[in-house]
């Protein structure tokens, strides 16, 4: 059956279509030409999303994206560097530019980007960044909780510093947790945090996303692709800045050589399609977690409508047209 749907709005998007938007060849024309075919997904609206490097690479892309007039671009979002050091919480950020927070940091990258950065994705147990959290806020950036080892005691205090999102919960922490307490459950339960999820079927098993979801709350869940360059391609090596990445033909995203993910290859309309299998939620309650919250959580709305083809049999999602 074909149904209409807003816009999709994806808060966590790194490249798409073998468009790297960390990557040192990046232009206003291939922004856009990343930005045509994710559209073809029922994605009207994103955060290109710029992960850790150093301040140069971080610039110059950030430069390049500030200038791209589509109203596509809802702005941008700058995973890292404050983020943890560890191997495991810091997945595939480099660990020679993660560094300290700091607002002076900050400012200088929030120039290069012209101030369009609205999301920052910090662990809070980096030095300096409950102070950032509070400075963050103050001028109007959503704080995200992400690739961490905080404490309970760490995460409390970014939240009540104003901290608002969890990124890709379940994922960019360590591989080996305690039971309890873990950061994991005290973001679940953490009720001024959305939390965001890859349901790509690789980065979170079906039955965690379904008690992730519950405990959450529709109204707290929001589903993102992280997708690299990769996205949109056949397997092969593709690369994240500087880093390479290998898709597999499963769909598979991991570090050249290393069984660690490093974003993925997903799809907005297709971790829609995910999340009703894995979770047995009616269509209409994942499509919000999609757009309109998303949208929301960065103060902004979703951007045309999405016509699409629906088999609830299969639960299958196809993108027939998008409209403005
Ligand atoms: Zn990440």
């Given at each position: 059956m074909t149904i209409e749907l807003p816009g999709l709005f994806d808060l966590q998007l790194n490249g798409f279509g073998g468009i790297d938007f960390n990557g040192p060849d990046l232009t206003a024309d291939?922004?856009?030409e990343a930005l045509q075919r994710v559209r073809l997904t029922g994605v009207t609206r994103c955060l290109p999303t710029l992960i850790t490097s150093s301040f140069e690479d971080f610039a110059a892309s950030a430069r390049v994206l500030s200038r791209v007039p589509s109203p596509a671009i809802a702005g941008i979002h700058m995973e890292g560097p404050y983020l943890s050091p560890e191997d495991g919480p810091r997945g595939a950020h480099p660990r020679a530019h993660v560094r300290a927070a700091t607002v002076e940091d900050f400012r200088r990258r929030q120039d290069a980007a012209d101030g369009r950065i609205v999301l920052v994705t910090l662990a809070p147990e980096v030095d300096g960044a409950i102070a950032l959290v509070e400075h963050l806020v103050a001028s109007g950036v959503r704080v995200a909780l992400g690739h961490t080892a905080a404490t309970p005691d760490q995460l409390a205090a970014a939240v009540a510093a104003g901290a608002t999102l969890a990124t890709h919960l379940g994922n960019g922490c360590a591989h080996m947790l305690p039971r309890h307490p873990n950061t994991i459950?005290?973001?679940?339960?953490?009720?001024?945090?959305?939390?965001?999820?890859?349901?790509?079927?690789?980065?979170?098993?079906?039955?965690?996303v379904k008690a992730m979801i519950r405990a959450k709350g529709i109204e707290r869940s929001v589903l993102v692709t992280d997708a690299i360059a990769a996205a949109g391609c056949a397997p092969g090596t593709h690369t994240i800045g500087g880093v390479m990445a290998e898709l597999s033909a499963d769909g598979r995203v991991s570090l050249r050589g290393t069984p660690y993910l490093a974003g993925s290859a997903l799809t907005l309309d297709?971790?829609?399609?995910?999340t009703v299998r894995y979770t047995g939620l009616p269509l209409d309650d994942v499509i919000p977690m999609a757009s309109t919250i998303p949208a929301a959580c960065v103060g902004q709305t979703t951007r045309g409508m999405v016509h699409a083809d629906w088999t609830p049999e299969t639960a299958e999602l196809t993108v027939l047209r998008v409209t403005d």
């Open positions: 291939r922004v856009e459950w005290e973001l679940l339960a953490a009720d001024a945090v959305v939390a965001t999820f890859i349901v790509d079927g690789h980065h979170l098993p079906p039955a965690t297709r971790a829609i399609a995910n």
